[in-house]
C-alpha cells in the first residue's frame, strides 16, 4: 500500500519549478515597480528623516522638557510627566539617546500612518457586511503570518532601509485600528441612531455627528494597541536597516552581550509604558461626560 | 370636526422573508398565529386606518407586541411597510425620495423616545440644538432657539450638564425640547413616558398638556398604560396583534368597549375620573338648582351633588342647558360593565 504510506506529493521538479516561477514573476514585478513605489513612499521617508534629525538637533533638555509637557498635557498626571522626565534622563546617561530618538520618531510616523489608513479603513468595514468580511481575513493574515516572511517581498521590493521598516512595522500594527474602528461604530447604540434618522440627518451628519464620537473610546484603544504593537516591533524592524533601539539588542544577540541588550531592552520597556499610560489617560479624559450618577 | 392632518390607509407590515406575498394571506383572514405557523412570517401590522386630526392628541394604545412602536415608525418612514399608504397633509410619505424624506423628518415631523436616545457626549443645549444643527441653522441661532425650549420645559440651569449627569425625567425633558426645538408640526412621542416613575410621568404629563395648549401640535402618542391614554388624549386607538380594534374618544372607549380585550383594558381605571357628566346625562332639565358645565367629570361632581343634597343636576353647555344627570345616570356610568358569558380572552 504505498499510496497510504507516502503521501502524494507534488513532483520534486514541479515543485521547485513552480516555486522558480512565483519567485521570477516578482522579482520582475519588482524590477519593474520597485521605483514607482519607492517614489510613492518618498515623502514619508523624508518626513521621516526630517523628524528624527529635528529632535536629534533640538537641545536634549529641551527635548526632555517637550516629552514632559507632552506627558502631563495627554495624562494631567503630574507623576506621569515627572516619570517620563527620569526615564529619559536615565536613558540618556545611559548613551541610548540618539538610538531612542530614532525609535520614538518611526513609531510616532508608523502610528500617524496607522490612524490614517486604519480609521477610515475601519469606518468602510462598518458600513458593509461585505466589506467586513472581506477585510477581516486579511487583517488575520498581517497579524499572525511570521514578520519575517513578509519582510522577504517589502526588502525584494524596496531593499533595505528606513521606508521597507516603517511599512514591515505599520503591517503589524495596523490591525487593531481597524478593528476597534470597525467595532467601535457598530456597538453604536441603535436608538441613538434612530433618533439622528428621525431628526433627518445624512449618513455624513450620522458618521461625524453620532457613530464616530460614541465610537471614540473604542477607537483610542485601538490606537493604544497600534503604539504598542508598533514598539513590539522595533527589534525586527532594525533588522532591515531602520535605526533605533532595535539595533544594539541585535548585536547584543548575536554577539552575547547581556547588559547591552537588557539596557536597550528596558528603555524599549520604558517608551511602551510612557506611551500606554499617556494614551490610556487621555482616552479616559475624552471621557469624563460618562460619568455621573446615571448611565445613559 | 377638524381638519385631517394624518392619514393611514391600509396599512400592513408583515417580517419575514417575502413579506409581499403574505398580504393576500392576511387580507383572506390568516390570523397571526396561523402566518406565523404555516408561512413562518410575523404580523407586524393588519390592515390599520386611522385619520389623525391636526392639532390633537391621537393616543395610540395597546399591549406589548401589539405593533404600537412599528406603527409609529411608519409615520416618518424609519420602517417601510409592507402595503398601504401614509399621508400627511395629503402628501403620501411612501413615495418621497430620500432627499425628500430628510426635508419632511427635518421640518415636518419630530420624535420622542422611550430610552430618551441622547447624545452622551453633548451637552443638555447642544442636545437640544441636534435637530437644528442638522438643518444646517447657524451656531447662535441653534443655541437661541434652544435656549428657549430649555427654558420652557424647565431646564435652565443644566444647559451645560451632559446627560449622564441627569436624572431619568430630566433626561426626557431634554428629549421633548429637542423634538420641539425643530418647529415641526407634528410630533410622534413613543411610549416617550414610559420608562419614567410614576409621579416624574405625571409631571411630564402636566408639562406635555400645559406646553400643547398653547402650542396646538398634532401629537401623536404611544402608550400601554390606559391611565396615560385616558388622561392626555383627544382620541384613542387600541392596537391588538397589529390590528385596530377600536377607536374613539377615551369616553367612548370607556362607555362601550367594543370587546372583551378592550374591557379587560378598562376595567380597573378610575371610570368617575374619566367620564364627564355629559357622556351620562339624560333628556330633560332638573329644578334642583344645581348645574354643572358638560366637561365636569363625575369625581367632582358627585360630591357636589351630595354636598348640595340633590339627585339630579343640570348640564351646561356655553351657558345653555342641554340636558340633566341623576345620581342613577352617574352610578351606572361608574359601574363596571359585565363581561359576556363564556367569552374567554387570553393575551400573549
Not at chain 2, 364627564?276 to 338648582?289: A, K, L, R
Amino acid at each position: 500500500m504505498e499510496f497510504l504510506d507516502e503521501f502524494p506529493e507534488m513532483g520534486r521538479k514541479d515543485l521547485r519549478e513552480l516555486k522558480k516561477g512565483i519567485d521570477a514573476s516578482f522579482r520582475e514585478f519588482s524590477r519593474a515597480n520597485g521605483d514607482g513605489i519607492e517614489a510613492f513612499f518618498e515623502p514619508l521617508m523624508h518626513f521621516m528623516v526630517w523628524l528624527e534629525k529635528l529632535m536629534l538637533a533640538t537641545p536634549w533638555p529641551i527635548m526632555i522638557l517637550i516629552f514632559g509637557l507632552l506627558a502631563w498635557w495627554g495624562s494631567r498626571s503630574i507623576w506621569l510627566a515627572l516619570g517620563t522626565v527620569a526615564s529619559f534622563l536615565v536613558i540618556g546617561y545611559f548613551g541610548m539617546w540618539e538610538d531612542t530618538m530614532a525609535t520614538v520618531a518611526i513609531i510616532s510616523v508608523a502610528t500617524l500612518v496607522c490612524i490614517g489608513v486604519g480609521i477610515p479603513l475601519g469606518i468602510l468595514m462598518s458600513r458593509s457586511d461585505r466589506m467586513q468580511a472581506a477585510i477581516t481575513p486579511i487583517l488575520d493574515i498581517m497579524q499572525t503570518i511570521p514578520s519575517f516572511v513578509y519582510l522577504i517581498p517589502i526588502i525584494m521590493l524596496l531593499g533595505i532601509g528606513k521606508v521597507p521598516g516603517l511599512l514591515a512595522v505599520c503591517v503589524y500594527a495596523i490591525p487593531p485600528i481597524v478593528r476597534l474602528t470597525n467595532l467601535g461604530i457598530r456597538l453604536v447604540d441603535k436608538e441613538v441612531l434612530e433618533a439622528a434618522d428621525a431628526f433627518g440627518a445624512s449618513s455624513r451628519q450620522k458618521l461625524f455627528d453620532v457613530q464616530i464620537p460614541l465610537a471614540l473610546p473604542n477607537i483610542f484603544a485601538g490606537v493604544n494597541q497600534t503604539i504598542m504593537m508598533a514598539l513590539a516591533m522595533v527589534v525586527i524592524a532594525s533588522m532591515i536597516g531602520v535605526k533605533g533601539l532595535g539595533v544594539p539588542v541585535l548585536r547584543a544577540i548575536s554577539n552575547q552581550y547581556l547588559a547591552l541588550g537588557l539596557m536597550n531592552g528596558l528603555a524599549i520597556v520604558a517608551l511602551a509604558i510612557i506611551f500606554d499610560r499617556v494614551s490610556q489617560q487621555y482616552g479616559k479624559r475624552l471621557q469624563k461626560h460618562r460619568e455621573g450618577g446615571h448611565g445613559v | 370636526m377638524s381638519d385631517i392632518k394624518v392619514s393611514i390607509k391600509n396599512l400592513y407590515k408583515i417580517f419575514g422573508s417575502n413579506p409581499k406575498s403574505m398580504v393576500q394571506h392576511v387580507e383572506n383572514g390568516c390570523s397571526k398565529a396561523d402566518l406565523l405557523a404555516n408561512h413562518k412570517h410575523v404580523l407586524g401590522l393588519n390592515n390599520v386606518n386611522i385619520n389623525i386630526p391636526a392639532r390633537q392628541i391621537q393616543v395610540i394604545m395597546g399591549l406589548s407586541g401589539s405593533g404600537k412602536s412599528t406603527l409609529i415608525r411608519h409615520f416618518n418612514r424609519l420602517i417601510e411597510p409592507t402595503a398601504g399608504q401614509v399621508l400627511v397633509d395629503g402628501e403620501d410619505v411612501l413615495s418621497m425620495s430620500e432627499d425628500q424624506l430628510r426635508d419632511f423628518r427635518r421640518n415636518k415631523m419630530s420624535m420622542v423616545f422611550q430610552k430618551f436616545a441622547l447624545l452622551p457626549h453633548r451637552t443638555v443645549i447642544d442636545n437640544v440644538s441636534f435637530g437644528l444643527k442638522i438643518k444646517g441653522l447657524p451656531v447662535e441661532e441653534q443655541h437661541e432657539r434652544a435656549q428657549k425650549w430649555i427654558d420652557r420645559v424647565g431646564l435652565t440651569g443644566f444647559e451645560q450638564n451632559y446627560p449622564a449627569q441627569l436624572s431619568g425625567g430630566m433626561q426626557q425633558r431634554v428629549g421633548l425640547a429637542r423634538a420641539l426645538a425643530t418647529d415641526a408640526d407634528i410630533l410622534l412621542m413613543d411610549e416617550a413616558f414610559s420608562a419614567l416613575d410614576p409621579l416624574i410621568r405625571n409631571d411630564m404629563q402636566d408639562i406635555l398638556l400645559k406646553l400643547q395648549d398653547e402650542l396646538h401640535k398634532t401629537i401623536i402618542f404611544i402608550t400601554h398604560d390606559l391611565d396615560e391614554a385616558l388622561r392626555i388624549g383627544d382620541n384613542i386607538v387600541i392596537l391588538r396583534d397589529g390590528a385596530v380594534i377600536q377607536q374613539g374618544a377615551p369616553q367612548e372607549i370607556v362607555l362601550d368597549p367594543a370587546d372583551d380585550y378592550v374591557r379587560d383594558f378598562i376595567k380597573d381605571i378610575n371610570r368617575a375620573r374619566v367620564l364627564n357628566v355629559e357622556s351620562v346625562m339624560e333628556e330633560g332639565t332638573s329644578d334642583s338648582g344645581l348645574s354643572f358645565a358638560s366637561t365636569t367629570t363625575l369625581e367632582e361632581a358627585l360630591p357636589a351633588m351630595a354636598a348640595a343634597n340633590v339627585t339630579s343636576a343640570n348640564v351646561e353647555q356655553d351657558g345653555t342647558v342641554i340636558g340633566m344627570v341623576t345620581l342613577n345616570d352617574m352610578i351606572g356610568g361608574i359601574a363596571r360593565p359585565a363581561r359576556h358569558e363564556g367569552e374567554g380572552v387570553t393575551y400573549r
